[in-house]
């Protein structure tokens, strides 16, 4: 017998809060995740431990299996992990990394450089974040790691190049989703003022952390803004040569001790990439016509009914032929082959095994009503210059709690229309935009989001060194913001808010890069 004794309360939160602690403190994901998976199992089963086992037990089996088939959504995502890194073993083994770093050093001189390389990928795999977050560490690390960029520095150039990107590209399955959901609550409500693509557009200069958040790490890259853990951690790489934490092991994703070829080229790394990029495109395209039925076929319609997992399954099964097919061509032996084909998979286990976790304690979250408490907090009686720092605050509360910034949105997005019906409705577009936004902040904070996860996967660096070093360049495009958001309330001017953010970004970088000078030693002219 289930007890609802703490759902939708305060004590909602202690899971979430617990796993997360933990996690901060021990530095052992899995654990601070199985204990917050345990506790709120506990709670939700009103602490009666053989149901407590049971529920979790059924939890797992359901992250595979649901209705007798397989899940449609996570076991495509694992199989697309493994064989992705099956690929990158494959490209490892052919040469064709060290080709690639070798051309990119003739072209990409500087370390500055080798971050923009990194940052303009990001812009031009928009497509999806899970597969920005794979693709653009996987063809960006070489070159990083051939100028001494820290795992974590890359780590944090792919993270903040992939959520804020996808949450303001209306072609990629974010914004496809955002615009499905924007147009139910408009139906809903009967708000036939915008179309829901429009209002969407309209929201992209509105949503002042995805700005704030690519235009923060263009200033990072540009003036070498290294601050917090992200310091020590440059400083490690670049004076010992070590791009990791070496005290922490193998992290996930990371190059593994195999052969090379000696006639590796480009064209076996650019090669699979393509591959994977124009087959991911397709296959999104292909699934989500596939759902539409008698509908009429629109881009816009297929990316918001496509299987994003499914799809991007499929294309890692056609990077990997390719990749394949390069080997080959290059008389690669069955052995080097076949080794690079294991040690690639199990390159993907540590990754698998904490977003198995993290889906679990998602799970045990989302039934205790942790996303609904929080938005119960919102109050419409509240004025109307505090409601969208409010609103983007709870969230950004929201997202790190729960680790879902696509639950956030389903959950806030609705809340956001019904505050701005009740109170404003010239505030409807910067209210809602305030959602999209705290989702990305909290998203990008979080250790449970599966986003987190697979950046620091992608860029091949240890989970929660990942989260640390990011999370004061997270914090501060949230605080440049929120005054933004500030000045929306009080003004009901979107400029407004945009002018105050952007000032407010010039004055941290003043001063951050005045503190820099005064305590970190910089590199040369060369280096840089």
């Avoid at 690669?332 to 904490?354: E, F, N």
């Avoid at 808010?497 to 003043?510: D, I, P, Q």
Wanted: charged residues 10%; aromatic residues 8%; negative net charge.
């Amino acid at each position: 017998m289930v007890s609802m004794q703490f759902a939708n309360t305060a004590f909602a939160l202690l899971p979430p809060v617990v796993a997360i602690l933990m996690a901060v403190i021990t530095r052992r994901v899995l654990l601070s995740l199985g204990v917050g998976i345990l506790l709120g199992a506990l709670m939700y089963n009103g602490f009666a431990p053989m149901a407590t086992l049971s529920d979790i037990a059924d939890r797992a089996i359901g992250l595979v299996i649901d209705d007798g088939a397989l899940e449609s959504w996570n076991v495509p995502l694992i199989g697309f992990l493994f064989v992705l890194g099956m690929t990158i073993a494959v490209i490892n083994v052919t040469g064709a990394a060290k080709a690639f770093a070798r051309w990119a050093r003739q072209r990409v001189k500087t370390r500055r450089d080798a971050r923009l390389m990194t940052m303009m990928l990001g812009f031009i795999i928009f497509i999806d974040d899970y597969f920005n977050t794979l693709a653009v560490g996987s063809v960006a690390k070489p070159v990083a790691d051939d100028h001494k960029i820290s795992r974590e520095e890359l780590a944090y150039g792919v993270d903040s190049t992939a959520a804020p990107v996808c949450v303001m590209a209306p072609i990629s399955s974010w914004g496809a989703y955002i615009v499905g959901l924007i147009g139910t609550v408009f139906a809903a409500r009967e708000i036939t003022e915008f179309s829901a693509l429009n209002a969407f557009l309209q929201m992209i200069p509105m949503n002042l952390y995805a700005l704030t958040a690519l235009a923060l790490l263009a200033c990072v890259i540009v003036f070498n803004l290294q601050i917090g853990p992200m310091a020590k951690a440059a400083q490690r790489a670049t004076e010992t040569g070590e791009l990791w934490d070496d005290s922490k092991g193998l992290p996930p994703g990371a190059d593994l001790d195999l052969p090379e070829a000696d006639n590796g080229s480009i064209w076996g790394l650019l090669l699979p990439i393509l591959a994977l990029v124009a087959s991911s495109v397709y296959f999104m395209l292909a699934t989500g016509a596939a759902n539409l039925g008698d509908e009429p076929f629109t881009v816009m319609a297929a990316l918001e009914n496509t299987d994003t997992t499914i799809a991007l399954f499929y294309a890692a099964l056609v990077s990997l032929v390719v990749a394949l097919a390069t080997a080959f061509y290059q008389k690669l032996t069955p052995a080097m082959i076949s080794k690079a084909l294991i040690s690639g998979a199990k390159s993907m286990l540590p990754a698998v095994y904490i977003l198995l976790f993290a889906w679990t304690i998602a799970g045990v979250i989302r039934d205790l009503g942790t996303g609904t408490y929080l938005a119960s907090l919102v109050q419409t009686t509240m004025p109307m210059w505090c409601l969208p720092v409010l609103i983007f605050l709870l969230s950004g509360v929201t997202a790190f709690a729960t680790g879902t910034s696509w639950g956030t949105f389903a959950i806030m997005l609705p809340i956001a229309a019904d505050i701005a019906i009740a109170s404003e409705m010239a505030m409807l577009l910067p209210l809602m935009a305030a959602v999209l936004a705290g989702a990305v902040f909290g998203d990008h904070c979080s250790p449970i989001s599966d986003t987190t996860v697979l950046s620091g996967t992608g860029a091949g660096c240890h989970h929660i060194d990942h989260v640390s070093t990011q999370l004061p360049y997270a914090v501060s495009a949230a605080l440049i913001a929120g005054l933004g958001y500030l000045a929306i309330g009080i003004t009901h001017s979107a400029i407004a808010g945009f002018l105050v953010s952007a000032v407010a970004l010039t004055v941290w970088v003043l001063v951050m890069r005045s503190y820099c000078d005064r305590t970190i030693a910089m590199p040369s002219a060369s280096q840089a």
